[in-house]
């Protein structure tokens, strides 16, 4: 079974540019969870797609949405970066149902310049 | 408001030595806890969770709901022990990807 995997690993951009990040849930999985890690603090959850449709958000602006693809697989895009968007993102992915777990991607670092 | 607490951002132990790192939550109602892991160079991954009330690699975590506390101990760490360590807490409504983590802690094993 393969895993949850991410791309690209690394990127840079300019303040005020966009940025789709990708993502490729593991086998079986229909549910994706996105995530925001700042240098030294704890994974903050962005929002959750389940068959396509956004199920869940937390505190972030709506400049940052989402897609989920009929493979499951799925886009973060961030309009209008700022500085404070630089961070690590994380791709989760689970099917859904209590008890299952969520596998996470290694993620993707982004630097706004 | 729901948060994750994890006081300590580095824990510096000995191999041998027992471990135990420290997790408080806020929340009002009946969460469930978790705690991640994550090994030099490689992905976040769980460790455990309260609902299932097992031992993982020596660890074991037991919820005080009283002292809405969720401590993660092992009573001899050893150098393959070294990780960064976060607990994470999802509440009973929440989608079901969405969790809340602390700001973690190092564990350094030192032989």
């Known amino acids: 079974e393969t895993g949850v995997t991410q791309s690209p690993t690394h990127l840079i951009k300019t303040r005020g540019q966009q940025v789709t990040l990708r993502c490729s849930s593991q086998?079986?999985?229909?549910?994706v969870s996105w995530y925001q890690q700042a240098l030294g603090q704890g994974p903050q959850f962005i929002f959750q797609?389940?068959?396509?449709?956004?199920?869940g958000r937390g505190n972030f602006p709506p400049r940052f949405s989402g897609l989920q693809f009929p493979n499951y697989s799925s886009e973060l895009n961030v309009n209008a970066l700022e500085l404070d968007d630089s961070a690590l993102y994380l791709c989760?992915?689970?099917?859904?149902?209590?008890?299952?777990?969520?596998?996470f991607g290694e993620g993707s670092w982004l630097t706004v310049v | 408001a729901q948060r994750v607490t994890q006081p300590e951002k580095l824990l510096s132990v000995f191999k041998g030595a027992p471990v135990e790192l420290k997790c408080n939550y806020s929340?009002?109602?009946?969460?469930?806890l978790f705690w991640y892991v994550q090994y030099s160079r490689q992905r976040l991954q769980l460790l455990l969770r309260?609902?299932s009330r097992e031992s993982i690699k020596g660890f074991t975590a037991d919820l005080n709901k009283g002292e809405t506390s969720f401590h993660l101990k092992k009573p001899f760490a050893q150098e393959e022990d070294s990780a960064m360590y976060y607990c994470?807490?999802?509440?009973?409504?929440?989608?079901?990807?969405?969790?809340?983590f602390g700001a973690g802690t190092q564990v350094v094993v030192t032989p």
């Open positions: 989760a992915s689970s099917s859904r149902g209590a008890g299952n777990t969520i596998y």
């Open positions: 086998s079986g999985h229909n549910t």
């Open positions: 797609y389940y068959r396509e449709e956004e199920n």
């Open positions: 929340y009002s109602g009946s969460p469930e």
């Open positions: 309260h609902i």
């Open positions: 994470a807490l999802k509440g009973r409504t929440d989608s079901w990807g969405k969790l809340q």
